[in-house]
């Protein structure tokens, strides 16, 4: 009876985020921040949304851009698998990201998939995110670890 009971969960994690493709690399050196949400639903899956903020160090001798600030409002698939410690997610939405020495703007579709563990009120995630970034002419991506709580009720 307990599989098909409804739970909900807010979330709050910290985000170390390393660049993965080539052109991202060559104008930026990593990135950090955090982000929040709430997941809900039956049995092993969960639905919700979250929101976070990123920022991107540049590397100064090739980004006249500056540091990029990324904040991603996304929706939410959970997957957990048997025992519900092991889950697979998936987010797509979109960012609103800045910089630091222009004043331009984009609102990019961003999306990601993660594989992760929850044990009691800790989970952790590492995953691959994407977003397209016209500063660099494509798809900026990125591999990231995700860290926090998770509190049911």
């Keep these: 009876m307990q599989l098909n009971a409804q739970h909900a969960s807010v979330f709050i994690h910290a985000v170390y985020a390393g660049p993965i493709d080539s052109r991202t690399g060559d104008f930026y050196n990593l990135g950090g921040g955090g982000e929040a949400g ?3 639903g039956k049995g092993s899956r969960r639905f919700g949304g979250s929101i976070g903020y ?14 990029k600030t990324y904040v991603p409002v996304k929706l939410n698939f959970r997957q957990y698998l048997p025992l519900n410690l092991i889950f697979l997610q998936a987010n797509a939405g979109i960012g609103f990201v800045s910089f630091q020495h222009t004043d331009e703007k984009q609102t990019p579709f961003t999306y ?6 929850k044990f009691t009120a800790f989970e952790a995630a590492i995953g691959w995110e994407n977003f ?7 798809w900026s991506s990125w591999f990231t ?5 998770n509190l049911g009720f």
Aim: proline fraction near 0%.
């Design 132 to 138: 397209h970034a016209s500063e660099e002419s494509g």
């Design 54 to 67: 990123s920022k991107f160090v540049a590397d100064d001798d090739r980004n006249v851009f500056g540091d």
């Design 112 to 117: 990601d998939f993660q594989a992760g563990v």
């Design 145 to 149: 670890v995700k860290a926090g709580i």
């Design 38 to 40: 709430v997941l809900a």
